[in-house]
């Protein structure tokens, strides 16, 4: 599935699919506040360079983490705003502090396995969602 609020983009995915053959991409029409995905539907939740432009990341990521499965992960890619010299405007940066902090939170039971710092101005952080606990016995 690939969501975004822009039809236009949508409309554009669909076609460059289509050109390319790919038939395993579902264009999802999110919204301001969530991103239309039923709950527990989603295993990998990839955002490049995206949760920053949300216009409410608490909301946002309260519905991704409904649609996430249990123990599925949400990887967000942003330009790290530890390094001054990447040439990107201060808004358009997050440190990793502040992703963790803001994806950490109890209420959307993601929990921060790894940044991985391969890519030259980005961090790539993963979270996983919380399995479901065995039943007791």
Known sequence: MAVDIQKEMLDRLQKRCEAAGVTNVTPVQGGRKTPNLEPNSIDLAI?????????FPWEMMKEISAAMKPGGRVVLVE????????????VHKMSQAQVKKEVARPEFQLTWKETIDALPRQHIIVFEKAADEPPEE
């Open 79 to 90: 330009y790290r705003m530890e390094d001054p010299a990447v040439p990107i405007k201060l």
């Open 47 to 55: 955002m490049v360079d995206v949760y920053h432009e949300f216009e």
